[in-house]
Nanobody, 126 residues
Framework: QVQLVESGGGLVQAGGSLRLSCAAS????????MGWFRQAPGKEREFVAA????????YYADSVKGRFTISRDNAKNTVYLQMNSLIPEDTAIYYC???????????????????WGQGTQVTVSS
């Protein structure tokens, strides 16, 4: 169906920035919504951001609103997560995910997502 590969994670100091990328293959990229989730050690996976097929509708967790920006380039089959003003609490494995059942609507629920990448580690030092 859909394969996802994340990149761009790493170690950054508090206040710094990172941009994550997620390259998709398989089904036509512009036919489904995409999201980013994260999982910190000892915690459950949580929603970070999502957008619809065109990128016109975006949603963010309150904890990242104003600091993170999700976007997509359908010509490059890629979704991005620009992360600014990073704090230690942002440390986690970040996963991109594809919601193959939604086109214009966007889900914030992980169980609505059908395909997942392998994850990329983001570590923010204080």
């Amino acid at each position: 169906q859909v394969q996802l590969v994340e990149s761009g994670g790493g170690l950054v100091q508090a206040g710094g920035s990172l941009r994550l990328s997620c390259a998709a293959s398989g089904r036509t990229f512009s036919t489904y919504a995409m999201g980013w989730f994260r999982q910190a050690p000892g915690k459950e996976r949580e929603f970070v951001a999502a957008l619809n097929w065109s990128g016109a509708n975006t949603y963010y967790a309150d904890s990242v609103k104003g600091r993170f920006t999700i976007s997509r380039d359908n010509a490059k089959n890629t979704v991005y997560l620009q992360m600014n003003s990073l704090i230690p609490e942002d440390t986690a494995i970040y996963y991109c995910a594809a919601d193959l059942e939604h086109f214009s609507a966007v889900s914030l629920l992980s169980y609505d997502y059908d395909a997942w990448g392998q994850g990329t580690q983001v570590t923010v030092s204080s």
